[in-house]
């Protein structure tokens, strides 16, 4: 196989749950799936056979403990919005396809696998992609980490407008779709006529879906013999019997629709649930229907359905924050769901909570609980900072930023109105290593400068020379990154039309438009950035030991940079000593905050340039950070090659001195205005945590006022890290957040693991 096939496509820590069709089953599907996208010209007609293929067919048998119903396969080919779960639009997981292969008994159903395989290299909608929009040496496919920017294509982060879902029900959303298709029949619009029909079309497929559940569920009873098992099967039957056309009334009603609603569209976030469960739930509660401990029961079975699709960067739940329908009810919710969390115990869901000034201060403070138990959930998102960033930075009214969440590691789009998926990286050391040699990668030796015209090591006189060149290049990748964003949407709108996820997106069912051919109401992208602090740290040491002090003359410094410093250990100290950002020293300090600004204006500059409603970066940082340092060279912070580098917004691991006051005063100094999230994360130990817990709150509530725009506390007993690193059969559970996502620590790579353990620790 070659190397192109085999290269990571997305960060996967969690092993899947093994398909519960056999070798041959998933082959029929898959082939009478492909006959279906051969057989369809029209691609809105294609999509909506395509999906006739593949449900109910892969939803599978609950397991013995599910309270909710709802588990579906991802086959190697399908249809899907992400790689964590499939792939985008019509997509063959040709590494997954071979895994298949090598199951399969007979040769005759393997070259059934060869034929399959030949058709989809040349129609799976990334690799239609991948062949418009990567370049020799600039460009690379996500995650190939050899090149300084790379770029994918996928639909990551739609949040639906599950509200509307909850209001109409499939019966009310089928009225609408309805009327709309006759008001263009009268106009003579026959595409939006053919779109309507095909909304209902795939709302159809949803009501077989639900008829397949009620199945399910009385199968489960033939042979249950727990008297509580069949009462609640029988409950689920009339529950999934009543949203079949119905808006929801009950709580469980409300679950159920949503969730299969989302399974169907393939999405992996699931917006606001106190916000659309929440008046659900209470009305359960006051009429007797359910008691709190029935309700979390219920919240914790709903966790686990979206802990077992494993998309480690996603599967976000956000809960709290302004902008709520009824925030009393949706508190209630919300306190439920903050036990339920610390009750599984789980990676996923990405626990989510939106904190602002007169928030429910029980809630807060149950929050912190949980966080001090060492999970490392919720993540705290500050609304009094997120709201007034979100309208400078994507151009709305406060109504509509209200309604941002964050999803993946971090990115911000608007719930049921926006697309932001992050499409882009850039590798913001990679680029500034490239152009202090000319435009060399001393990784490679190759060039990698896009023709820019950089000023030679040689000819280097000042620092301001030094900057100018990485600037130049900055602009170069910036350019071509938000030109291959643009192009990703294009792509994906000329193969499909994502119809599950249009009917619940403004405005695409009221203009008779799908997703990304004119239907959405904002069509942002965001541009993921790594390296930031290693960047600007490097930047820092070489205007101070290399121009302000004059020890090195920039010659050497370059020389010792492509040796990896072999032979230069007194420079590569002097570099180390230089002041690091993370310690509230403005000499380190402010270089970063003017790279900060730099680049994420720059990109945010470019979305008009190539026809986006906004393209913005997001700070955020998952094993990438370290993935991308394996092929990075060494760097004028002191940094060796292939070294992690550091994660998201903060210090390089060990550089912050001064002590986490110092460290969150020098990241309040990155405005969040600027950008479509950032992650901030902090270590403290269990005794420090629990034990002087007012200290560590006011310390939170400092740095929250004085504009932090989010948190990630991971709480650590002193010297357990290290223990799960040399003994790791003995911590299976302990979990640790990498980045934008957590995880097991013990199924991280080892590098990885270095990393996280290197941290900071406040203690």
């Not at 996820?501 to 403004?506: K, N």
């Amino acid at each position: 196989m070659s190397k192109q096939a085999i290269i990571a496509e997305q960060v996967d820590v969690n092993k899947k749950i093994p398909c519960e069709k056999s070798p041959e089953e998933q082959l029929v599907i898959m082939e009478a799936y492909t006959r279906a996208f051969q057989s369809t010209p029209d691609r809105i007609q294609r999509e909506v056979r395509c999906l006739q293929a593949l449900y109910p067919t892969l939803f599978r048998r609950p397991c013995a403990d599910d309270l909710i119903l709802g588990r579906v396969d991802a086959l190697p080919i399908g249809f899907g919005c992400v790689t964590s779960v499939g792939g985008v639009g019509h997509y063959c997981n040709f590494v997954k396809l071979d895994q298949l292969r090598g199951t399969l008994e007979t040769s005759a159903q393997q070259q059934r696998v060869d034929v399959l395989e030949r058709f989809w290299r040349e129609h799976d909608t990334r690799s239609v992609y991948f062949r418009q929009a990567l370049s020799d040496d600039t460009l690379g496919k996500f995650v190939d980490v050899n090149f300084p920017a790379i770029a994918t294509a996928r639909l990551s982060g739609m949040y639906l407008d599950y509200p509307q879902l909850m209001a109409l029900g499939i019966g009310g959303l089928l009225q609408r779709i309805d009327q709309l298709q006759q008001q263009a029949e009268l106009a003579g619009d026959e595409a939006a006529v053919q779109l309507q029909q095909s909304f209902k079309d795939v709302l159809g497929i949803l009501q077989q879906v639900i008829d397949r559940h009620i199945e399910i569920a009385a199968d489960e009873m033939v042979n249950c013999t727990d008297a509580g098992r069949c009462k609640h099967l029988l409950l689920l039957m009339s529950e999934l019997a009543a949203i079949r056309n119905d808006k929801p009334a009950t709580f469980i009603q409300g679950i159920e629709l949503s969730w299969l609603y989302s399974l169907c569209a393939g999405v992996v976030n699931y917006g606001r649930m106190d916000d659309y469960l929440g008046d659900l739930l209470v009305a359960d509660l006051e009429a007797g229907r359910l008691t709190e401990r029935m309700a979390i029961d219920c919240i914790r079975s709903h966790y686990r359905l979206i802990e077992a699709r494993k998309t480690t960067v996603n599967g976000r739940v956000v809960v709290g924050g302004k902008g709520r329908r009824n925030p009393k009810n949706a508190d209630t919710y919300c306190r439920l769901a903050i036990q339920a969390v610390e009750e599984n115990g789980d990676t996923e869901p990405q626990f989510t909570l939106r904190i602002y000034q007169g928030m429910d201060s029980t809630i807060w403070q149950q929050a912190l609980t949980v966080i001090g138990t060492g999970l490392t959930y919720p993540i705290l998102y500050n609304d009094d900072v997120n709201i007034p960033a979100v309208m400078n930075a994507m151009q709305v009214q406060e109504t509509e930023a209200e309604q941002y969440v964050p999803f993946g590691c971090g990115e911000f789009v608007l719930a049921g109105r926006s697309v932001g998926t992050p499409n882009t990286c850039i590798n913001l050391l990679k680029i500034l290593n490239i152009s202090l040699s000319g435009g060399i990668d001393f990784w490679d030796g190759k060039q990698k400068s896009g023709g820019v015209a950089l000023t030679p090591p040689e000819q280097i006189t000042c620092f301001d020379e030094v900057l100018g060149n990485y600037q130049r290049l900055l602009d170069y990748y910036i350019d071509i990154t938000a030109h291959a964003q643009a192009l990703s949407y294009q792509v994906m709108n000329e193969q499909v039309g994502f119809l599950f996820t249009s009917i619940l997106t403004a405005d695409c069912v009221a203009r008779g438009k799908a997703l990304l051919d004119g239907g959405v109401r904002y069509l942002g992208g965001t541009n993921e950035t790594y390296g930031n602090t290693n960047a600007a740290d490097s930047l820092t040491a070489i205007k101070q030991v290399i121009f302000t002090e004059q020890r090195y003359d920039y010659a050497t410094l370059i020389a010792a940079l492509k040796a990896d410093f072999v032979g230069y250990d007194d420079l590569k100290r002097a570099l180390i000593a230089a002041t690091k950002f993370g310690n509230d020293d403005n000499a380190a300090d402010d270089l970063a905050v003017m790279m900060h600004r730099y680049v994420c204006s720059g990109v945010r500059d470019a979305a008009k340039r190539v026809g986006l409603d906004s393209y913005l970066v997001v700070i955020i940082n998952n094993q990438v950070n370290t993935e991308w340092g394996r092929a990075t060279s060494a760097s004028a912070d002191g940094r060796h090659k292939g070294i992690y580098m550091s994660n998201a917004n903060n210090p390089q691991s060990g550089a912050d001195k001064n002590g986490p006051t110092a460290m969150l005063n020098s990241l309040l100094k990155l405005e969040a205005k600027y950008h479509a999230g950032s992650v901030q994360n902090i270590k403290f130990s269990k005794g420090l945590f629990n034990t002087r817990r007012p200290l560590v709150e006011a310390l939170m509530h400092s740095y929250f006022e004085r504009g932090g725009p989010q948190l990630m506390v991971s709480v650590v007993g002193k010297g357990e890290l290290e223990a799960a690193y040399q003994h790791p059969e003995n911590y299976p559970n302990l979990i640790v957040r990498v980045g934008g996502f957590s995880a097991r620590f013990v199924n991280l790579d080892r590098d990885v693991q270095q990393e996280i353990l290197n941290r900071t620790l406040n203690d």
